[in-house]
């Protein structure tokens, strides 16, 4: 652009010719610099083809970038007389930035910025944590039976469906937990939830009185259960693990509230011992507290069967067992569900009715189907087949060539799995340094302090060929003879 151009002191900067990001980036940056006046208000704007030409982009990703700010309202156009910038009104203009109130809730402080998460690319190697492999999916199937679904929703009178969940989603949530992990429990049992975050929002609701409940969460644990029984206004208290699951004997008495994951402890990897169940179980018979069972990736073992579910072996009502699909299925999905005791079925529906009524009817309806013809049991054994042979591998370059650093710990269940570092270097560090070349590992200290100094190894979205590579480089990463942290 030459120095004349109304545009040319803004300097802008988009991605190379062919990114997809190209139209997005220009239409954010013109509209930055007019709502912070850059772009003075009447000026007029370079014609569609002098600013493609400018900046080396097509005419047509210029003409759709000034189409989306004009129905913003942002700029004007006058037959032969070009496109100009809008005088906003007050309303339209950036407020001045200001500070955490102190009413804030304590649970949401230190938090503000602006989420980023979807505009982080993945990793070349990806060892997240909690990411399953959808290339398996049967899509074409889930298409199918969405299109059977919303083709029979059409014929009903489409109001508001009831809180609980759909009664045939429900059913076969019922069904499955019941084949899958012994849960015995029937479809009234059952209550749909927006996946396993908003359960333990429910739970909390409906369980914790603000400032008086004590409940226990396991450390390190998982932090959004934590987060959401802090927002309830909990008095939240870490109890620690060993290799047999939470140690009851550290569990304050006077918690009314217990969030465990016995299957598959998170982030650690060991399964809750049978003493330790009935431990844990007779501690809430004799306080008369309730145990929040988080069965997150119970479905995926490796080692024989698996032990009883707490919810199973529970005899005195106090169990809540949590499930979702986001590692059976895909995350955004954002199915759940809770299978309750009877006591707290009306308590649970009400706290569902006020925060948002039910969850979405026509992906409710199509999961329903799937489940109940036998699609997700036939994805959950491929999957389980596919993931042990990745496990295996991921132990044989464990207990091979990155012994010298790593040491897996106890785990036979699951989407990942726990290394304790042992050659002197920092697990924290090492993940750092691994994720500026290319591998997405996180670590144990992600999860709470003084805790195993330990990275963590999802194989969940990482082919056997491409974990191969990755952990060749990560050996390379470890060897180089300087101590990383």
């Not at 179980?281 to 008369?288: E, I, P, S, V």
């Not at 132990?395 to 010298?404: I, M, Q, S, T, Y």
């Not at 340094?433 to 590992?441: E, F, H, K, V």
Request: net charge positive.
């Amino acid at each position: 652009m030459n120095s004349g151009d109304p545009l040319s002191a803004l300097h802008l900067q988009l991605p190379p010719t062919g990114s997809r990001q190209r139209m997005r980036d220009l239409h954010r940056q013109l509209k930055d610099a007019i709502l912070s006046g850059r772009i003075a208000p009447g000026l007029r704007l370079p014609s569609t083809r002098a600013l493609a030409q400018a900046l080396g982009a097509s005419r047509n990703a210029v003409v759709a970038v000034y189409g989306l700010l004009l129905g913003e309202g942002y700029i004007e156009a006058a037959a032969g007389a070009g496109h100009h910038v809008a005088r906003l009104p007050a309303a339209r203009r950036p407020i001045a930035p200001r500070g955490e109130p102190a009413w804030l809730n304590p649970a949401y402080r230190g938090l503000g910025g602006t989420p980023d998460r979807d505009a982080q690319p993945a990793p070349r190697w990806d060892f997240r944590v909690g990411v399953p492999d959808k290339s398996e999916l049967a899509f074409d199937i889930w298409r199918r039976l969405s299109a059977r679904s919303l083709r029979t929703l059409s014929r009903r009178t489409v109001g508001y469906g009831p809180p609980q969940g759909q009664p045939a989603l429900r059913a076969a949530i019922a069904q499955h937990v019941s084949f899958a992990r012994a849960v015995a429990c029937s479809a009234d049992d059952v209550l749909v939830s927006a996946g396993a975050q908003q359960a333990f929002s429910l739970l909390a609701q409906v369980l914790v009185t603000p400032g008086r409940t004590v409940v226990a969460v396991e450390h390190p644990g998982y932090p959004p259960a934590r987060l959401a029984f802090e927002a309830a206004g909990a008095r939240v208290v870490p109890v620690p693990v060993d290799d047999e699951g939470l140690v009851v004997e550290r569990l304050p008495g006077e918690a009314r509230v217990i969030v465990t994951t016995p299957a598959h402890q998170f982030p650690l990897g060991m399964v809750m011992s049978a003493a330790r169940r009935r431990a844990l179980l007779a501690f809430a018979q004799r306080h008369g507290a309730v145990v929040v069972e988080d069965d997150y990736d119970g479905e995926f073992r490796f080692d024989g069967r698996a032990l009883d579910a707490l919810q199973t072996l529970d005899r005195a009502a106090s169990v809540f067992f949590v499930g979702t699909f986001s590692k059976s299925l895909f995350p955004a999905l954002r199915l759940g569900y809770v299978v309750a005791p009877p006591w707290a079925r009306l308590p649970l529906v009400a706290a569902k009715e006020r925060m948002d009524w039910h969850c979405n009817l026509l992906s409710q309806e199509t999961l329903a189907a799937f489940i109940a013809e036998g699609h997700l049991a036939r994805h959950v054994r491929r999957m389980g087949a596919r993931y042990a042979r990745r496990r295996a591998l991921l132990l044989e370059r464990l207990n091979g060539d990155l012994a010298p650093w790593l040491q897996p710990l106890p785990g036979s269940a699951g989407l990942h799995l726990a290394a304790q570092m042992v050659g002197g270097h920092d697990a924290a560090a090492v993940a750092a340094r691994a994720r500026t070349a290319g591998l997405g590992l996180s670590c144990v200290a992600d999860y709470g302090r003084e805790v195993p100094n330990a990275l963590l190894f999802g194989y969940g979205a990482i082919d056997e060929a491409a974990m191969g590579d990755a952990l060749a480089r990560l050996a390379q990463l470890l060897g180089n003879n300087q101590r990383i942290g």
